[in-house]
């Protein structure tokens, strides 16, 4: 790990969609767990911090275009060079179920693809949500290692629905022992109270917006929890002691708002 920006050249440049890339990395990450991150500099612009979409031997990043920064991040072509540093945070253990279901909303879908690779051999049940079938990103990854079940909210892929409603009756068929979740934390909040129902443990990755990436600032605060290093990975037991989980959120320089200003202030 390194906490000072150690430049990696692109090895290669994916366009999921046309809001979605995935950024190939010549260096690998050597130790990074599923659900960890790494702080991405564009010098000139920012730095932001990234989840690791690919571990298989090689190291990724996957970024869906919303600003200047991202804006930056789709420039870069096969030869560029960006700093990293990390990787960071508190990952999924993927040791921790027998029979495991992995939930994905949108874009959340990059930290888990890796976890679902590793979990190929227990073949977990694999929830994806997205408003169209244009929107997915990995569903051939996804459906090599377990089956897949699709929620649009138009109906133009699988169920007309959301991921969260599909995950109840998954459960109870499948007998899931531990659910893996990332997306909007409006759908995350539904899988802790489905999962907290059935009596069935929960990792949930949560989003805030940081700066330091190691725990120093607590601009990601939550509860008292720092998510670049207590997460972004949190446990069932950790969730239900957050008071702010699914309601509240910092901006840039810390004042608490609800979830709704947040995402309308990260747009």
């Known amino acids: 790990m390194s906490d000072m920006p150690v430049s990696n050249r692109v090895r290669k440049v994916v366009e999921e969609n046309k809001e979605v890339k995935t950024i190939f990395l010549e260096e690998s990450m050597p130790g990074a767990i599923p659900g960890q991150f790494v702080m991405v500099w564009l010098p000139g612009t920012d730095e932001k911090p990234l989840a690791l979409s690919c571990l298989n031997g090689e190291a990724a990043i996957t970024v869906q275009r919303k600003g200047k920064f991202t804006d930056g991040i789709f420039r870069l072509k096969k030869g560029s060079y960006i700093g990293v540093r990390g ?5 999924f253990d993927a040791d921790a179920c027998t029979k495991p279901c992995i939930i994905a909303g949108g874009v959340g879908i990059a930290p888990l693809a890796p976890l679902a690779e590793k979990l190929a051999k227990k073949k977990p049940v694999v929830i994806m949500g997205a408003s169209n079938e244009g929107k997915f990103i990995f569903r051939e990854r996804m459906e090599k290692v377990g089956k897949v079940e699709y929620a649009t909210d138009d109906g133009s892929c699988g169920r007309k629905c959301f991921a969260s409603d599909m995950l109840e009756g998954v459960v109870e068929k499948e007998g899931i022992d531990v659910v893996y979740g990332c997306g909007p934390e409006l759908m995350l909040k539904r899988v802790f109270e489905i999962c ?4 069935v443990g929960c990792q949930l990755s949560l989003e805030r917006y940081m700066h330091c990436g190691f725990g120093v600032c607590g601009s ?5 929890y720092r998510v670049c290093v207590d997460g972004p990975v949190f446990s069932s037991k950790q969730l239900e002691k957050m008071t702010e989980f699914g309601k509240f959120a910092r901006l840039k320089y810390g004042k608490k708002v609800s979830l709704n200003e947040y995402y309308r202030w990260r747009e």
Do not use: E, M, Q
């Not at 990787?87 to 990952?91: K, S």
């Not at 990601?220 to 008292?224: F, L, P, S």
């Open 87 to 91: 990787p960071y945070g508190n990952g």
């Open 196 to 199: 907290k129902k059935k009596r």
């Open 220 to 224: 990601c605060a939550v509860d008292g």
